[in-house]
């Protein structure tokens, strides 16, 4: 079937249940940017290939909405397919949840498939209906009558994540997290994230292409816990410790039941963001929920010494990589049928070759001139272009190691820069300098940091849709909370420990985009009369193009940051290189 009619086909499903709206998320039942390819419903439906997305389907109406990082994506991918683009902000079209008040009439169905719609976000759209008297049909997979090729869920089995990398064995993680349920009179304890099970079992999987994770849930009580997950995912040395943990592994499905049966009268901690509306439901009514930010969450946010120990060996790592794939490029650029694929695969090859490397942390982008400018370019994605005449290079790429992950961004010319790229370029760098030095008191959280980045940037009058910084896992989700530096206003206090990147962009629509990002982690700095302060350490190493400088845009103090970067990572890349490559990059760090 081609798109319109999938979405014919799916109309006739939602007119035979009495459906008026049918709600489709981009999220699977694990909640993240990341989903296994059985849950990328969007995308099979729309051709719409980007992380986050809405979809509502009415008999008459078909429509998505996305954020700023995917609106030029979306407008492209979605030509033929029967959905209209509907961006708030910019084209003055309302939330999904306002359009749905806006349409919805009393007496109308609303249906979604429960397993896949967090229970915060039902509340959002339930919180906009609240004046209508609408009907709301919880369990609408309509899509698994009309995907008939639809792949099926990953069944490699789980691997153990050993101590030497992640610093804590099981069984200290699991005491840490009952100490706290006990602080707080939390009885048991239900985790939906399968990034928090991985990292508080130490075990990882391969459900998800990028992420090394496997669907599942953990319950946890004060005696005992259950691990729900495909039995055949856990090898019998695993289960054998597990049980010594007292810990039962049960079949996924089965959380359900499991949930309808806890003690009445007793309490249970859940993240509403990441718990379905399916799993919430199931919850007795005389269980005392209790909603917050799952205690591993916040745990695994803040790394420990053998994490960030282990961290900064990846970053070497993952810096010799990509010097040498850099160096490879500066030298095979004029070679006839290069393509941003064939640059990606390049990449990939060197990332490879490093010890411990597991996979890609997520797609690399590979982007040349007005491609750059989607600031989430999905390359290959029915077109690669290759690089003719002079042009900027945007390659935003990340690695998973047994012993971290890492998301690193540059962007480069080829041939002769223009003085506005040149501008540009110096702009982003001043913003993310400003971020990188920062010194701030304890209690500072990300929103009040992310004016640093931006600062230098509306002075002159440019701006970026994204965020400035996300959390990053370890072996685990590049992309990790409960931290961010963005203008939302995230109530997360930025602590020690803690790994956010640093990644203020330009786009210039049908021209070029330029992004530069490392990675950062934040440490105690002095302690005075008013108080602790922290600042950041930039983790990730490789060179800045100084190709693309506008030196007399740049303060003392810039151009000595840019120094001290420079002079630091190749002290530490240049033993692992050839003499060739040495050489080469010693002209790309010399002073400024």
């Not at 999904?96 to 509340?123: E, K, Q, V």
């Not at 946890?220 to 090898?235: D, M, N, P, T, Y």
Request: glycine share 8%.
């Amino acid at each position: 079937m081609d798109r319109l009619q999938k979405l014919d086909a799916l109309r006739s499903l939602i007119s035979r249940r009495g459906i008026d709206f049918l709600v489709i998320p981009s999220t699977g039942p694990n909640f993240s940017d990341q989903v296994p390819d059985h849950w990328k419903i969007i995308e099979w439906l729309t051709g719409f290939t980007g992380s986050n997305a809405v979809v509502v389907v009415s008999r008459s109406f078909a429509g998505l909405w996305t954020d700023s990082r995917y609106y030029l994506q979306a407008g492209k991918q979605l030509t033929g397919s029967g959905f209209d683009l509907m961006f708030p902000g910019i084209l003055q079209s309302p939330d999904y949840t306002d359009w749905l008040a806006d349409n919805c009439n009393n007496g109308d169905a609303i249906g979604f498939d429960g397993r896949i719609l967090s229970i915060s976000d039902f509340r959002k759209i339930n919180n906009k209906l609240k004046s209508r008297s609408v009907n709301y049909l919880t369990d609408c997979d309509l899509i698994s009558g009309i995907w008939t090729d639809r792949p099926e869920m990953a069944g490699a089995a789980a691997w153990d994540h050993p101590v030497r990398f992640s610093g804590k064995d099981r069984s200290s993680k699991l005491s840490e997290v009952r100490e706290q349920m006990r602080k707080r009179s939390i009885d048991q304890h239900l985790l939906t994230s399968p990034e928090d099970i991985m990292w508080l079992l130490n075990i990882r999987g391969y459900d998800l292409e990028f992420t090394p994770v496997f669907l599942s849930y953990f319950l946890i009580s004060e005696g005992s816990a259950v691990l729900f997950a495909g039995i055949e995912k856990i090898r019998p040395e695993l289960l054998h410790e597990f049980s010594g943990l007292k810990i039962q592994v049960k079949e996924y499905n089965s959380v359900t039941g499991a949930l309808s049966s806890l003690k009445e009268g007793s309490s249970l901690l859940v993240s509403p963001d990441t718990t379905s509306v399916t799993l919430y439901n199931s919850i007795p009514e005389s269980v005392r929920i209790i909603e917050d930010v799952s205690i591993p969450c916040r745990m695994k946010a803040v790394k420990n010494q053998v994490e960030i120990k282990n961290t900064e060996d990846v970053m070497v790592k993952d810096g010799v990589a990509l010097t040498k794939f850099f160096f490879w490029l500066e030298n095979n650029i004029g070679n006839p049928g290069m393509t941003e694929i064939s640059v990606a695969s390049k990449l990939q090859e060197f990332r490879e070759s490093q010890i411990d490397y597991l996979g890609p942390s997520f797609k690399t982008i590979s982007a040349f001139n007005e491609n750059s400018a989607f600031p989430h370019y999905e390359t290959g994605t029915g077109f690669s272009a290759t690089f003719e005449g002079n042009g900027i290079l945007l390659i935003d790429s990340g690695g998973q190691y047994t012993g971290g992950t890492t998301d690193i961004t540059r962007t480069i010319v080829i041939g002769t820069p223009t003085v506005k790229q040149r501008r540009d370029f110096t702009l982003v760098l001043k913003g993310h300098i400003a971020l990188a030095c920062a010194k701030f008191p304890a209690g500072t959280k990300g929103y009040q940091l992310d004016l640093l980045a931006r600062k230098t940037l509306w002075e002159n009058g440019i701006n970026y849709g994204h965020g400035t910084g996300h959390g990053v896992g370890f072996c685990l989700n590049v992309h990790e909370g409960p931290q961010s530096i963005s203008p939302a206003a995230n109530k997360t206090i930025i602590e020690a420990g803690m790994i956010l990147s640093n990644e203020p962009a330009v786009y210039r629509e049908g021209e070029y985009g330029i992004r530069t990002e490392n990675l950062m982690i934040c440490y105690e700095d002095e302690e005075t009369e008013f108080g602790q302060f922290l600042k950041f350490d930039t983790l990730s190493l490789c060179y800045i193009d100084k190709n693309l400088l506008d030196k007399t845009l740049l303060s003392d103090q810039e151009v000595a940051w840019l120094n001290r970067y420079h002079e630091e990572l190749f002290s530490k890349i240049a033993p692992f290189l050839t003499v060739e490559e040495k050489d080469w990059l010693r002209l790309k760090t010399n002073s400024v």
